[in-house]
Nanobody, 120 residues
């Protein structure tokens, strides 16, 4: 069983930066894929970025490429999302998720989410 707790959200002006953290309790095995998703008001949840726990390979949504960076820290069992050049469209609740066997769309564990608000 894995539990995920996000932190680091807040209010920031357009062009600013934030770093989100996702602390995991429980064992994160090498087969895991860790990801970040977001949901804006009135919109469906969308994928933002993912990272393979074993080799650190990453994948990003086109809308955040070049602005966001996902990373992991083995020792702290934590995944980060560094967000730069933020835009008002980046506003939403950001949630961390874990996919135990890196199977497409099999995100089995979710955090409670953290609010990110980007003002224009």
């Amino acid at each position: 069983q894995v539990q995920l707790v996000e932190s680091g959200g807040g209010l920031v002006q357009a062009g600013g930066s934030l770093r989100l953290s996702c602390a995991a309790t429980g064992r994160i095995h090498s087969t895991y894929l860790m990801g970040w998703f977001r949901q804006a008001p009135g919109k469906e949840r969308e994928f933002v970025a993912s990272i393979a726990w074993n080799d650190g390979s990453t994948y990003y949504a086109d809308s955040v490429k070049g602005r966001f960076t996902i990373s992991r820290d083995y020792a702290k069992n934590t995944v980060y999302l560094q967000m730069s050049s933020l835009k008002p469209d980046d506003t939403g609740v950001y949630s961390c998720a874990a996919n135990p066997f890196s199977i497409s769309d099999r995100w089995e564990y979710w955090g409670q989410g953290t609010q990110v608000t980007v003002s224009s």
